[in-house]
């Protein structure tokens, strides 16, 4: 919750300054939903505004606030990022910078593995609750099929910090690590967007 005190300000300031600077008019503004996270029942949205002829802000969020079947996957998420399209806005190839920053609370998974030094295999048998932080950059697509309907892929890798309670299992309280920092590195963003643009 700290996290969020914190970096909430900054993003919404980030956005105001970006939707500030520019008069908005046709193709300008651009809303959408990550398909990905709708499969994973992961509520999310996202707003992209154009500033330039090739260069656009975008903030998304997302969250998931219950518990499926015992298995316990909460979080939420705002990942503001800037893209530069090779040819214009909201058409063809982007390159993306992004942060991204939030909390989560994962246990009883039933994953055992390990991927670029993360032991995933831990949301097995135990509760993990704490924040994370990272920076990353992105390469998406995106494709016009009408005036105002766009579907988007995009992929980004990047580092993120995190610090983290273990608890005893999913459900239990008993705290058995506390304050446990760890490095991620690795992909930060996976998206197959619909976009509504306006």
Request: hydrophobic share 40%; glycine share 12%; net charge neutral.
């Amino acid at each position: 919750m700290m996290l969020l005190k914190k970096t909430l300000p900054f993003v919404l300031i980030m956005f105001a300054a970006l939707l500030g600077s520019n008069h908005v008019q046709g193709q300008d503004v651009a809303i959408k939903t990550n398909l990905l996270y709708d499969l994973t029942l992961t509520l999310d949205g996202g707003v992209e505004v154009k500033f330039a002829p090739r260069w656009t802000g975008e903030l998304t969020g997302n969250l998931n606030a219950w518990t499926v079947n015992d298995r316990r996957w909460k979080q939420w998420m705002l990942q503001p990022e800037i893209r530069y399209w090779l040819c214009e806005a909201f058409s063809g190839h982007f390159f993306g910078a992004h942060l991204l920053g939030g909390q989560y609370n994962f246990g009883n998974l039933g994953t055992d593995f390990k991927f670029l030094g993360t032991d995933f295999g831990l949301l097995k048998d135990h509760r993990l609750q704490g924040w994370m932080a990272g920076v990353g950059v992105a390469y998406g697509y995106s494709w016009i099929l009408n005036r105002h309907w766009n579907i988007e892929a995009e992929i980004g890798l990047g580092w993120i910090y995190t610090r983290y309670d273990k608890f005893e299992c999913a459900d239990c309280g008993r705290k058995v690590e506390s304050d446990h920092p760890h490095n991620y590195v690795g992909p930060t963003k996976a998206a197959v967007n619909l976009i509504y643009t306006f």
